[in-house]
Every structure is written in C-alpha cells, then in structure tokens.
C-alpha cells in the first residue's frame, strides 16, 4: 500500500506580490510563460490554452479537465481541491473541498464496540465525500475566466474520446493498485474501467467522454444535475452509498481570502482553512527563523534536520487540536501565526537533543495521491493548484455509466478523537464528522510575492507530508537560493509528531546525517513522497521544474 500513499495530488499556484494597503499595483508584465505540471499531456494543453491568448486561470481550469483523463490516480472530476490564484494584483483562493453527505455522522466508521471499522473510510462506497471539482472550476472561471467554458474543457473531452498513449509509470502504477486490491481483498469495479491502460498503448474512456461533453455544454450543471447526477445517485443508491442528488445539487464552491503573511522580506500568500497547510508552513518558517543559529544551518545537515523535525512536533499538534472546517469550527488563525505565540511555542525546542513526543501538547491556552500544478502567464498572473481523489485511484470506484472515479476523502476526517487515519495525523473535535462539512486537508497551494510580482509559485501532493514539500521547497528557493530543479529534486524529510521520533525521508541524505539522526533517537523510515511542481522567477526570468522521478513536464516560453 506505500506505494499508493506516497503521492498526494496536490495542484499549488505560487506568486510572490505586495499589496499596498491603500491600492493594489497591477502585476508586472513579464516575458515569458510557464507552467510546471504532473505530466505531459496537461502541460502541453495548458500551454496552448495560453497561446491562444487565455490567462492562467484558463489554462489551469483545462489543466484539471485534462488530468482528470491521462493521471486517474489524482486527476479528477469526483474530487476535490484548493486553487490559489494571483490575478491583477489581488489573491483568491477557489475552495472546492469536498464535502460530508447529509446523510453522514460522527461515529459512522466505528463499529459496535466503537473501533474504527478497516478501510471503511478507504475503499468502497462508503469512502466519498461529495465531489467539488466541477463546481471548482465553474467557479474559477465565472471569476476569472476569459475563454468560453467549452473551449476550455474541450481537450479533455478529445483525449478520453480519442484516447491517449499509456506513460509507463501510469501503466505501472495501474497494475500495481489492481495487485493491491487482490492482495487484500478489496472488492470494488476499478480493474473493470482500468485492466486496458497498458504503456505506450493507447486507452480510451467512452463514458467519462460522454460526461465530460454533459460538463462542457451545460456547465457544473453538466455534473451536478441532470444525467450525471442521476446516474450517480441511482449508482450510490444501488451499492449502498449515501450521496444523494440533493447533495449534488446543493454542493458550492467558495472563494476564500487567501492567508497573507510577511516572512524574510516576501508575502507568503498560502492557503486558508479548511486547509491546514498554510498556517502549518507558516509556523514552520517563522520558527525556523527564530530557532536557526545567527550563521545559519547547512541544507540537510543532522542539525537542520533535528530542528525542522521538532518544529513538525509542535505544528501537528497545534493541527490536531485547532484546525477544521471554519465554516463549522472557529479556527485561531491569527493566534497560530502569532510570532509571539511561536517563540513561546519554540522556546523549549533544543538543537541537539529530541524532546519527548507525549509531552508536545496543542500550544494555545484555551500515497498520499493528490497532484499539484503551476502556473504563470504573461500578464503576471499565477495559480497554484492542489487537487485530489486523496489515496492513489482514490476510494477504487468508478461511477458505472459516468466512467469516473470517486474519492476517498472521508478519511481526511478524525473518525474517532486521537485514533490516526491513513497519513498517521490524528485529529479531534474541529475535524469530526458533521453533515456538509468540510474534511481538514494538507494541500498547500502557496504564491511568493515580491514588490507585487510572482516570484515562486509551489505545491505538492503527498497527504501530510505535502506540508513539508512545500515548506522545505520554499526555504530551498530562499535560504539555499536554489534553482527550481534543485529546489524540487533536493531530498526532503518530514515529521509530524506521530509516529514517535519517526522521520520520513527520500533516499539522498548522506549516511553520516543519518547515523547522527539515529544516533539521537530518531527511527529513520526512507521513502518517497510528494511530487513538486515549482515555478521560480528570478530576475524577470521564469525557471519551472518538476520532480524528475514523477512524469510531469514544465515548459517555459
Ligand atoms: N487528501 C489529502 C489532503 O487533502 O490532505
């Protein structure tokens, strides 16, 4: 199953800006374009969606469309995401979380004797939380779209009627999940839609063509209501499920204001609530630059390391406790990124020895398959957007005559208070389970500004180790001045609290550091995980990469 957790489709737009207090200042015009996207197909359409004069938003809308065809595993109209956009001189963030059925409860993956019932909240029908993708997008594009809707979502319609060629990592990572199922039993119709996706063959989806053209002519209303809906909820009526059509029909998309914050000369322009990403990588960075030594630490060094792993501790805690839904819970957002609430909170960390995991508590008083994309264009507008069906193929169902896949999102919620879903995170009251409510997420779709222009643009999947990709993406851009490829192929680590003292890590940090870590007490867990899209601007010059062991392509032009 690592396999299927260690990529969270996470789609971040990334711009660095300053909004003046009285007025905002237009964005600069640049040169170039860019996008950094997780694969190839939806670079190139993003591109020409550019080149036909469309702007950012254009292109990330068919983006989404496009990866919801040729990268299944993430890619989705059945699921759910945050785009985070800097357009003219002024941030939205599109929330198109997914959301909790009305039918849903608290307990309602618990079992009589109030034990989390396995992989309830994993495969199946049971998994869904309402899909926000379609809506998303519609939403994106009444707000900032130029081109006609059905220009936009038209290539995504060509590549599942015409199909395309099968990558090899797809075609790997399809026999690998069908394996899985078999392997442990998992009794859902995904091998039926996917046995024929053989690399550098080409596959086709006749069904998720015929509902991406009901999307393309009549809008979120294509999804939503009518034929689609129908069929979805006569499919979940049929197996058990519990979306219904008024769940379809009553989902919304919303706009939020996106968290904006100052650190070390830029505005960090990140993800608000029902995100915990961006208060999380703010914590991260302001702590760093209170605890780090006056000379600085070396990139990957035991000491950096140690330190950014003992701010992970408090972090997740802070997370556990305090973040949820806001339209449901009262998230402390200021409190959190208070920097004296963060030097009190960093006060105790050492840099040479690890603190006890059961003492980190909440500080204030009172595979991971998700797929990330970005892009800049001409103007000077970006998006940073993360979207997901949450594990790899999602919750393993395919919607039967609308031929895409549903989301496992409903384990992104605390089914039980202190008890870890399948990322390990724990979680309590803020983030139980309530009708229509949104499931606490860790995508992190984050813009740097500076000076009003877009200077880094970044976002992974990965789950909860998203939150680490891109805090560490950005510290390697700033601290370390790294190159974009460097930024996003330089090994990363990531500690969430629990499991104790456990850090998880790519393979690439040297031996000594390990040895040292170990040394200290830390249990060193070398795996994969996130897959970076950056786009960096350095001097007016774009430089855009993608994680090389993924199959995205980043065009700069
Ligand atoms: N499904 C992963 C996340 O939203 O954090």
Known sequence: MG???????????SVFILQLSV????????????VAMPDAFSADAAKSILDQGGNAIDAAITAQFVLAVTLPEAGNIGGGGFMLIQKGGQGDFIDYRETAPK????????????DVITNKSIYGISASGVPGSVAGMWLAHKRHGTLPWKTLVQPAVALAEQGFV????????????????????????????????????VFKQPELATTLKRIRDNGQDGFYKGETANIIAKFMHQHG?????????????????????????????????????????????????????NNGLAHNSTQYVHLLAEIGKRVFADRAEYLGDPDFFNVPVTALTDINYLKNRSNDISLTAISNTESIKPGLKESEQTTHFSIVDKMGNAVANTTTINLGFGSGVVVE????????????????????????AIGGKANEIQPHKRMLSSMTPTILLKNNTVKMVTGSPGGTTIISSVYESILNAVEFDMNAADVVNSARFHHQLWPKNV?????????????????????????????????????????????ALGRGKSIVF
């Open 401 to 424: 005559g609308a031929g895409f896949i549903l989301n496992n999102e409903m384990d992104d919620f605390s089914a039980k208070p202190g008890v870890m879903n399948v990322f390990g």
């Open 166 to 201: 099968v990558p090899p990592k797809l075609a790997k990572g399809v026999s690998h999940y069908i394996a899985h199922l078999k392997e442990q039993k998992i009794n859902v119709n995904f091998e039926k839609y996917f046995i024929d996706v053989k690399a550098n063959k």
């Open 103 to 114: 039918a849903s409860y608290r307990d309602m993956y618990l079992n009589d004797k109030g």
């Open 3 to 13: 396999l299927f957790l260690s990529r969270s489709t996470l789609i971040a737009k």
């Open 23 to 34: 007025f905002n200042l237009a964005a600069k015009p640049l040169s170039q374009s860019a």
């Open 241 to 293: 499920g519990i979306i219904d059509q008024d769940d379809l029909k009553n989902y919304t998309a919303k706009s939020r204001v996106p968290i904006k914050v100052k650190w070390n000369g830029y505005e960090v322009l990140t993800s608000p609530p029902p995100s915990s990403g961006g208060i999380a990588i703010l914590q991260w960075l302001k702590m760093y630059e209170l605890k780090k030594p």
């Open 503 to 547: 850090i998880r890590m790519h393979a690439g940090l040297s031996a000594k550091v390990k040895a040292e870590l170990v040394k200290m007490g830390y249990v060193i867990d070398e795996r994969h995980f996130g897959d970076l899209n950056v786009i960096i601007n350095k001097n007016g010059k774009l430089d855009a990469a993608s994680e």
